[in-house]
C-alpha cells in the first residue's frame, strides 16, 4: 500500500499524521461513474431501511454450529462426474489454469481417469457437470473443487436448521485447491477420505456441535482475521476435538477400528496446518449470510465469489442473480522464486469472509497478515475502519481488542459501495496461473469496482417498480 | 486505573487525549525521595554501562526448552518434609493466609498428616523447612509451594546447560497455590503425579526439547502476556505433545501402561485450563534472568517475588540479597461475592514474567487482560509505553504487533525506577486472605516503592568501593 485514505476527522488519522503516514482526508467523494441515478432511485425504495435491517439482523442472529463431517455423495448428493467449484458459474473453456488443474486432480482422484492430464478432454467435451458450490450451500476455497468422495464439514444453524457445507483443508503449497495434481497431492487427498474424514466424523459426533461462531469470536481477540490467518482457531477445535479423537480409538465398538498412531497422524495434520480452520470460517459465514438472503429491496451483498476468471456478487434483494466482473491479480508477497508473471487472477470463495464483516473487513485486529503481505500496522487498523464506509452494521459478538472492542464492520451494503467508490478489502492466497503449480503467494484484492454498479442498476430497476407513479418496468 | 501518566509527547499521549482520557505529561519529574546522592554514586560507577549491556544481552540470549517433567524428589532433591515456597524467606509466624494453607495442604499430600488442619502445628514448631523457591532454581505462582511428590517442568538452556523448574498448573479457583486444601483439591494433585506428570514425562521425552521461548514469541501476537493470559500458550503446548501423547499410550513397550482415556483426560485437563502454560512462560523467564545475575555493577532486577507478606526483589549486581517491603494489594475485580477485604496481599513469583518484560509489560498485546480488571485498551498500550521509561533494553524476540511489532520492554534499572518514580506493572490473581479459601479475583498491582531505594543504596555502596580517590566502605 503506498497511502491511506481516511474518511472524516478522527483519532486515527491524526495519529497516522503524526506517525508520518501519507493520509488523505476525504470528508466527501464523488460516487462511481455513472451511479447518480440509480443512487437516488434505490434511496427512494420504500423496502429499503427496513429489507436492510431485516438483512442484517438475521445474519447477526445466526449461530453456526459444526454438527457432522460426511462425504460430498451423502450430504450434498454428489454423483460421479458432478463437480463444484468455486464462484460465479463457469464453462471449461473460460476456466483459469488453478481451476483446470484442480478439476483435473478431482477427476483422477474419482477414478474417472488414470491420469488427470487425460480429464482435460472430458471437460472440454462437456461430459462433466460443473456447477458453482454456492448454488449447493457450499463453499470452497481458492478452487473450491468438490467431487463425490470429498468428505465435507457440516454446519448447521440449529434456529433455522439451515445448513451449509465446506471440503476439509489439505494445508498449503502443493494442494488441489490451489491447483496442484501431482501422486502426492492426490495422495493426501486420498488419506484424508479413508482415514481424517471418518475419525473426525466420530469425534464430532461424540463431542457434540460444535459452536464455530463462538470459536471465531475468541479468534478474533488471538490475532486470526479467519481468512489468510486462522492459527488459533485451528488450536481451539483441536483442543475441542483431540480428546474425543483419543476416546473414540480405544472403544471396542469403534467399527472403523483406527489406532492410536491413525489418531495421533490426524492431531499432527491438524495441528500442522494453521489453515485448518478457514474451511470452518468460510461455511459459518455463509451460513450467516444465507440467511440475509432474498430480503426484496435489500441492498446488502450476501455472497462475494470468484472463479480464477470472473468475480461475482450476489445481494440480497436481487435473489440467486450474480453480478460480475473480471478477477483481480492480488498486490503482496510472493513465494520462493515466483512473481507477478506466475500469478493468477483472484480465486475463492473464500470472501464469503470479508462479505460476513471478518478476513480484510477485521484487519485491525491481525497486523501479522498486513505485514506479512507487505504492509504496516496503521494500514490494518486504517483498513477495518475504513470498511466502516461501506458496510450497515457492527457484529458486537466479533469485536477488535484494539479498537476498543468495537464489532467488526458488517454487511457490505451495495449503495455505500457507489456511493463512496471504496471497495472491500479482501485478503487472499495467490495461485499459480499454470495448472498443477499450486501456491505462489498471498496478499490484497479488491473486487473489480464496476459490479457495484451493475447490482446498483438491478436493485434500482426493482425499486422502480415499488414507487407510485412509477412506470413499471417489470410486469406486475 | 484513574487516569495515565505519559512521559514525553508523543503519537500515544496525543491519541488519548483524543479519545478523552485524561492525561498528564510528564517531561520530568523528581526522583524518589532520598534517592539522588545514591543516584549520583551509582551513575559514576565505572563497571554499570558494560554490566548492564552484559547483563540484557546475557538475559536476550537464552532459548528456554522443556526437556523434561520429573517429581521434585527427583530433579530438585527435595526430602520428606522440605517445602519451596514463593517469595523471599518467609517463617510460618509471618506467613499469610493463602501460603499456610497451601503449605497444610502440601504437608497432607505428602502423607505428614492425616488432616491438613494438623499441619499448621509441625510448621509453627519448626520441625518443617521452608525455602524459598527461587533458592533451588524454581518459580512457584502464588503460595507457589512445592513439595517432594510433585512433578515439575524441568527448562534448560541448551547453550548453557542452565536449568530451571516450576510444577504443573492445576486450574483457577479452588487450588493449592491460592490456599485451598479440602480434599477435592488434594485429589487433583493426586492425580496430577500419578497421572498428568507422567504421561507428560513420557511425550516429552519423544517429542524433544519443546521451545518455550519460541511459544512464547507467538503468544505474544495472539492476546496473551504470559501471566494472567496464557490460553495461546496453553494451546500450542497441547498442539505439540497431543500426538506424542496419544503415541505413547499404544506403545507395548510403554511402561506405565496408561489407556487412552487417562490420554484423554490429560488432553482435556490441559485444554480446559486455560492458565497452563503460566507454569512453563515462568521457569522460561526465570531462566533468561538467572543468566544475568552476579554481574557487579548491573542495576539490573533479575527477581521481582512476593510471599503474601513481603514483596522481594534481586538485582543483578547485588548478588542474592532480597530488598523487601510490604506486599500490596491489588486493584482489579473480584469473583462471585467476595471483595477487597477478603483478599490477601499479593502473593507469588509469577512476576518474573514482568522482570523479563512480558506479563504486566507486554499489556499493549492483551487488552482482554485489561478490561477484564477494570481498564480500558488506552490503559494496557499507556502500560507498556510506560515500562519503556524503567527498563534497559527491548526484547525484539517478544514483539507486540500493534505497537508496530515494537518489542517488549526488558530489563528493569533500579537507577530508572529511582530517577522517575514509575513502578513495574504487574498483572496478578488474587488469594483469599484466610486459609482455603482459594482465588478471589485478579487485578493490578506495584511492588512497594520503598524497595528500590534500598536495592540503590546497596549498589551505591558498591560503586563507592570502585570509585578512584573514594574512601572504601568494604574490606578489600
Known amino acids: 500500500m503506498s497511502g491511506i485514505v481516511t474518511a472524516g476527522a478522527d483519532l486515527f488519522a491524526q495519529a497516522l499524521t503524526d506517525q508520518a503516514v501519507p493520509v488523505t482526508r476525504v470528508d466527501w467523494q464523488p460516487p462511481m461513474p455513472g451511479t447518480a441515478d440509480d443512487l437516488i432511485a434505490v434511496a427512494a425504495d420504500p423496502l429499503r431501511t427496513d429489507a436492510n435491517e431485516k438483512a442484517a439482523a438475521a445474519m447477526l442472529a445466526v449461530q453456526a454450529t459444526l454438527v457432522d463431517v460426511a462425504p460430498a455423495s451423502e450430504v450434498l448428493g454428489l454423483e460421479r462426474g458432478q463437480f463444484l467449484h468455486a464462484g460465479p458459474p463457469i464453462e471449461w473453456e473460460r476456466a483459469s489454469g488453478p481451476l483446470r488443474g484442480a478439476l483435473m486432480g478431482a477427476a483422477a482422484l474419482e477414478g474417472l481417469v488414470a491420469d488427470p492430464e487425460e480429464a482435460a478432454g472430458l471437460f472440454g467435451a462437456g461430459d462433466l457437470s460443473l456447477e458453482p458450490c454456492h448454488h449447493h450451500g457450499t463453499v470452497g476455497p481458492m478452487a473450491g473443487v468438490v467431487s463425490p468422495s470429498m468428505w465435507m464439514f457440516v454446519l448447521e444453524d440449529q434456529a433455522s436448521g439451515r445448513r451449509t457445507y465446506c471440503s476439509l483443508n489439505e494445508g498449503l503449497g502443493k494442494v488441489l485447491r490451489y491447483g496442484a495434481y501431482s501422486p502426492d497431492v492426490l495422495e493426501r487427498l486420498r488419506w484424508m477420505s479413508s482415514t481424517l474424514g471418518p475419525l473426525l466424523a466420530t469425534a464430532v459426533q461424540r463431542v457434540g456441535p460444535v459452536d464455530v461462531t463462538g470459536i471465531l469470536a475468541q479468534m478474533l481477540q488471538m490475532g486470526d482475521e479467519a481468512h489468510n490467518r486462522n492459527r488459533a482457531g485451528t488450536l481451539m477445535l483441536l483442543r475441542d476435538l483431540a480428546p474425543a479423537l483419543v476416546e473414540t480409538a ?14 495421533a497422524q490426524a492431531l499432527s495434520f491438524i495441528g500442522g496446518n494453521d489453515h485448518f480452520f478457514l474451511n470452518l470460517a468460510m461455511p459459518a459465514c455463509k451460513l450467516a449470510l444465507d440467511a440475509a438472503r432474498d430480503i426484496p429491496g ?13 468475480f461475482g456478487i450476489q445481494v440480497s434483494g436481487t435473489g440467486d442473480e450474480w453480478f460480475t466482473g473480471p478477477a483481480q491479480l492480488a498486490d503482496g508477497l510472493f ?6 508473471e506466475d500469478a493468477n487472477p483472484d480465486i475463492g470463495d473464500s470472501a464469503i469472509t470479508e ?19 507487505g504492509g504496516t500496522v496503521p494500514d490494518a487498523l486504517a483498513t477495518t475502519r475504513r470498511m466502516h464506509e461501506i458496510t450497515l452494521t457492527e457484529n458486537s459478538r466479533w469485536a477488535i481488542p484494539v479498537l476498543d472492542f468495537a464489532g467488526t464492520p458488517t454487511g457490505i451494503d451495495v449503495t455505500a459501495v457507489c456511493r463512496t467508490g471504496i471497495l472491500p478489502q479482501i485478503n487472499t492466497g495467490m495461485a499459480g496461473k499454470q ?7 498471498a496478499g490484497l484484492v479488491t473486487p473489480p469496482a464496476e459490479i457495484f454498479p451493475k447490482a446498483l442498476a438491478a436493485l434500482a430497476q426493482q425499486s422502480a417498480t415499488r414507487l407510485p407513479g412509477t412506470e413499471r418496468t417489470v410486469a406486475p
Open 435 to 441: 495448472a498443477g503449480v499450486g501456491q505462489v503467494g
Open 355 to 373: 462479505t460476513a464483516g471478518i478476513g480484510g473487513f477485521a484487519m485491525a485486529t491481525a497486523p501479522a497478515i498486513v505485514r506479512f503481505v
Open 335 to 340: 513465494l520462493g522464486d515466483y512473481g507477478p
Open 298 to 310: 435489500s441492498t446488502m451483498v450476501v455472497a462475494m465469489a470468484r472463479n480464477g476468471t470472473d
Open 250 to 263: 480405544v472403544e471396542s465398538g469403534f467399527d472403523a477400528g483406527f489406532n492410536n498412531r491413525e489418531v
